[in-house]
């Protein structure tokens, strides 16, 4: 079974440049969570998907990141203009349903620096 | 706020010592408590999991981890580590009956001496 692809795996941008990162969850996974890691720290979700709806984007900072799962299966999660702090690596995570027994499976990561 | 802390930072053992590293979370409520493992260079994957019933679980790779919920904690344990444990190591909380959040501790990363 394919697992969660990721894309690019690095990226390299100056501040106030926009990039975008792409997901593709494994098949028939109806969730969808994109989670930030930054160095030294655990991943944080910044927004999660059931199908092409948004269940959670309360930590997502709205005013630069956004995030889409138009048909239900990949996504794009943007950034527009990026920050210094945004250097971290995000991670893409997909699992069958939100049920406590669905287990989130994790991707590769796209590592993102920001100078 | 909801949060997990991992008391080790950085581990650094000899092969078959034996292994537990901290794990407490702040939450009152029912909760799912899973560690995964992140070996170097491969993906974030789950090692354990509790959800209900006996409060000592076991995961693969011969971990296990006990769920003592009047401390908040979910320790995770191994009697002899090997070199190829060697990876970064992340506690994670998710409130039952939430819609799949996972809260994440900071990490420990373990070092093992072959």
């Known amino acids: 079974e394919a697992g969660v692809a990721q894309s690019p795996r690095y990226k390299i941008i100056e501040k106030r440049q926009s990039v975008a990162f792409w997901c593709n969850p494994i098949s028939g996974h109806a969730t969808l969570y994109w989670y930030q890691q930054i160095l030294g720290q655990g991943p944080k979700l910044l927004i999660q998907f059931q199908n092409n709806g948004v269940v959670d984007d309360s930590q997502l900072p709205k005013d630069r990141f956004s995030a889409e799962r138009l048909k239900g299966v990949d996504s794009t999660l943007k950034i527009q203009p990026a920050k210094l702090e945004d250097s971290a690596v995000y991670l893409c995570a997909s699992s069958l349903g939100q049920g406590a027994q669905d287990e989130q499976f994790f991707g590769p990561g796209t590592r993102l620096t920001v100078l | 706020a909801q949060s997990v802390s991992q008391h080790n930072h950085h581990v650094i053992l000899s092969e078959a010592a034996s292994l537990e590293l901290g794990c407490n979370y702040s939450y009152g409520g029912t909760v799912n408590l899973f560690w995964y493992v992140q070996y170097p260079g491969q993906h974030l994957q789950l090692l354990l999991k509790?959800?209900?019933?006996?409060?000592l679980v076991k995961g693969i790779k011969g971990f296990e981890a006990e769920f003592i919920k009047s401390k908040f904690s979910f320790n995770l344990r191994k009697p002899s580590v090997q070199w190829s444990d060697t990876a970064e190591y992340f506690c994670a909380v998710r409130h039952s009956g939430n819609t799949g959040k996972l809260i994440f501790g900071q990490g420990t990363t373990l070092q093992v001496k072959p």
């Open positions: 509790y959800f209900s019933g006996d409060p």
